[in-house]
């Protein structure tokens, strides 16, 4: 069943005199199990709702519309299905002592992967829960596989169930549905000759196979060799070229170079950053595979936009320190345009450890430590939006409106692209700012389940991995 969260005024639900706190049961006498049951169940024009209310009495609601006209009826977020994976890299393990509740989540649900694109595993799905899917069209998936091999895959899962994922994604394709995979890349575990042919069977699989990304594990000093490790340049330079050979095949033969390796790949192996047309469409973007060269390409592209601004007299960038180069080459024009000086504040991570480098997991105490002492008024800062949450509070539980208020008088802005934030067209945020909120979809983001890349990977600064799990430099 799905609980009524909010009516829409002059819709139909309020016509129905539905209440908030009702709870629907049943539509067109189908069992609603969550809210997308409720979305598919609820396309048809004739509808017949079973509710039981507040107070315990079941009605039945019988509806003739359009199919245009919306029921008003948004459901409550339904309850996360969480992971029943021990992984080796599991991002729970890295988290700090004391950490927020949201945090320990092990969320591993298919629901997330088809609304938001966080990856999953499957293994919490039986033959009724794939063939759910299937009967919904709920495609793509993102499917988080790190190894085709039946055996390593039970092992870095550490999951009986793992071992099915060939035939659980056969069965989905055959269905007709399509996947977005994905391999977190653990050194001495799957790399190599096993990345090898995890890449190899994904491809076999065909066109319904969309994309594969190739992501190095990221670790906490919480959880660093406990038992994986970091990769090192060489290997991850190794990494990439394993990728070329299909990525040049599937451009013969699919159109697309299919296989992608992630930013932090490049950057742990010291390698220049790709061309755009290495990514093709972008299909991975909002999951931080190739968000590093859309924020160069989105620099280079709207630089000559800038010009002075008011009473700014100098421009303070907070980012992370796996971004500080790219900054530092931003800088100079920056400042040319805007006509005051510009200073990129790399940020070490303390709430982490100095194995995490990007902006998203940037701590509010980290940041006040590494920026407010030398914060004066007639500074512009630009913080990373990728760092807070939808409340407007950063993975430490400090809020956005503390930190801007102990870094008056500076102005202080957020954002994902540098010039529309430098311009003010991205929200811009004062010291006075009170908890408005951010672009980032759902808490669960910064925590979902393996994820390289969490959809908030797009911007201002420091992109190079996701909010989802921690990014390393060599």
């Given amino acids: 069943m799905v609980r009524i969260a909010e009516i829409g005024d002059g819709s139909i639900a309020d016509a129905l005199e539905l209440r908030i706190g009702s709870r629907i049961l049943k539509v067109n ?13 609820t396309a048809e024009e004739e509808l017949r709702l079973e509710v039981l209310d507040p107070d315990g009495t079941t009605v039945v609601c019988e509806i003739s519309r359009d199919p245009s006209e919306s029921l008003g009826i948004v459901p409550a977020p339904d309850t996360i299905r969480e992971c029943a994976n021990e992984c080796v890299f599991c991002f729970i393990d890295g988290n700090p002592p004391g950490a927020r509740d949201p945090l320990w989540l092990r969320d591993d649900d298919f629901r997330l992967s088809f609304t938001y694109g966080s990856y999953v595993t499957l293994t919490n799905l039986g033959p009724r829960g794939l063939q759910r899917l299937v009967d919904q069209r709920l495609s793509p998936l993102y499917v988080s596989v790190h190894a085709t091999n039946p055996e390593l895959r039970v092992r870095l899962l550490k999951n009986d169930r793992a071992g099915l994922i060939m035939d659980q994604l056969r069965f989905l394709l055959d269905g007709g549905l399509e996947v977005h ?12 000759e096993e990345l090898d042919r995890t890449i190899r069977e994904l491809y076999a699989l065909g066109d319904g196979i969309l994309s594969l990304s190739v992501v190095p594990v990221g670790l906490t000093r919480y959880n660093l060799n406990r038992p994986v490790r970091l990769l090192r340049p060489g290997e991850a330079v190794a990494a ?14 699919r159109g697309k170079h299919w296989c992608y390796a992630a930013d932090e ?11 755009a047309g290495y990514y093709d469409d972008w299909p991975l973007l909002e999951n931080g595979v190739g968000a590093l060269r859309n924020l160069i390409d989105g620099f280079r592209a709207g630089a000559h936009r800038l010009g002075p601004v008011g009473d700014v007299r100098r421009i303070r960038v907070v980012t992370g320190t796996s971004m500080r180069p790219w900054f530092e080459g931003f800088a100079p024009s920056i400042s040319t345009a805007m006509r005051c ?3 990129v504040v790399a940020i070490d991570n303390r709430y982490f450890g100095p194995s995490v480098t990007v902006a998203g997991l940037l701590a509010g105490d980290d940041i006040l430590r590494g920026a407010q002492e030398d914060t004066k008024e007639g500074d512009l800062v630009l913080l990373p939006a990728t760092a ?15 930190v801007a208020a102990r870094l008056a008088p500076a102005r202080v802005r957020t954002g994902y692209q540098v010039v529309e934030t430098l311009l003010g067209d991205a929200r811009a945020d ?19 389940a393996e994820a390289s890349a969490g959809a908030d990977s797009g911007g201002l600064p420091g992109v190079a991995s996701a909010a989802a799990a921690p990014s390393a430099n060599p």
């Fill in 430 to 448: 004062s010291a006075a700012a009170t908890g408005s909120r951010s672009g980032m979809a759902i808490e669960s983001l910064v925590t979902a």
């Fill in 388 to 402: 807070l949450n939808d409340d407007r509070v950063f993975i430490d539980g400090v809020a956005f409106s503390e």
């Fill in 240 to 253: 990439i070229a394993q990728t070329e050979p299909f990525r040049e095949r599937a451009l013969r033969r």
């Fill in 265 to 275: 790949l490049f950057l742990i192996g010291g390698c220049d950053v790709p061309e």
């Fill in 341 to 343: 000086p510009v200073e």
């Fill in 29 to 41: 006498g189908a069992r609603v199990r969550d809210g997308i049951d409720f979305a598919f169940l």
């Fill in 181 to 192: 995979a994905q391999a977190v890349l653990c050194p001495d575990w799957n790399d190599g």
